[in-house]
């Protein structure tokens, strides 16, 4: 089955720090990649996706590039606000399974002033 | 903007008690979904539901677990005799449409405490 591995957190930078978090995954066939995130009291919000290799999903001055080649969809952003704050779940659906989300362990974001 | 929500935030209960969660979807969606996470771990898909029957489900989602959709817009989730283990932050979603084309929506969770 489908399976995500994400970057160990808690990640603490200061404001207008550059900002990666890793996500590699293992899937069947061609999934399609999406990074969500998750605000304080909050449910899950799709920040971006991408369907096939090389496409860039692109959200809130985030991106990630989908590379087929390392199996990778890692999330950066150049200058991160304090508002970024959260916690971001790298997610995959497709391959064996349709319609199911299979999640990584998420990364706690954390940006001071 | 339409949004998913879930009653109750926080659920306790004693060990071996059912417990029924409920989610609203958004109106015009189709597509129904429960996710769990357990504190610390990943959040993990438990069942898909469409045209009131379940369409997928994980092995997580045994006999103690149900869902139904008993009136056109709650869509709930039950767990028939509750263990410590089924302790958890459970997650309702929905999409307009199936697979990669459907966005999922999520609601805020309930956190399910069983003592």
């Known amino acids: 089955g489908n399976s995500v591995t994400q970057m160990e957190g808690p990640v603490t930078l200061s404001e207008e720090a550059f900002l990666t978090i890793n996500c590699t995954y293992t899937?069947?066939?061609?999934?399609?990649l999406f990074w969500y995130v998750q605000y304080p009291g909050e449910g899950l919000q799709l920040l971006l996706k991408?369907?096939?290799?090389?496409d860039k999903g692109s959200n809130k001055g985030f991106e990630a590039t989908y590379r087929k080649e390392t199996t990778s969809f890692h999330l950066e952003k150049g200058s991160v606000q304090v508002s970024d704050s959260a916690v971001y779940f790298c997610?995959?659906?497709?391959?064996?399974?349709?319609?199911?989300?299979?999640f990584g362990q998420g990364t706690i974001l954390t940006v001071h002033p | 903007e339409p949004e998913v929500t879930q009653t109750p935030s926080h659920q306790v209960t004693q060990m071996g008690q059912e417990v029924i969660l409920r989610c609203v979807p958004i109106?015009?969606?189709?597509?129904f979904y429960w996710y769990r996470q357990i504190l610390g771990q990943k959040v993990e898909f438990l069942v898909s539901?469409?045209?009131?029957?379940?369409?997928?489900k994980s092995e997580i989602f045994d006999d103690q677990f149900s869902v139904e959709r008993p009136d056109g817009s709650n869509f709930t989730l039950k767990i028939r005799s509750t263990k410590l283990e089924d302790s958890a932050m459970y997650f309702c979603?929905?999409?307009?449409?199936?697979?990669?084309?459907?966005?999922?929506?999520f609601g805020p969770g309930t956190r399910l405490t069983v003592l």
């Open positions: 539901f469409y045209n009131n029957e379940i369409s997928e």
């Open positions: 997610a995959i659906a497709g391959g064996t399974s349709y319609g199911k989300l299979t």
């Open positions: 991408a369907t096939k290799a090389d």
């Open positions: 979603a929905s999409s307009e449409a199936r697979g990669l084309a459907g966005e999922q929506f």
């Open positions: 899937a069947t066939g061609y999934p399609s």
């Open positions: 109106s015009n969606h189709l597509y």
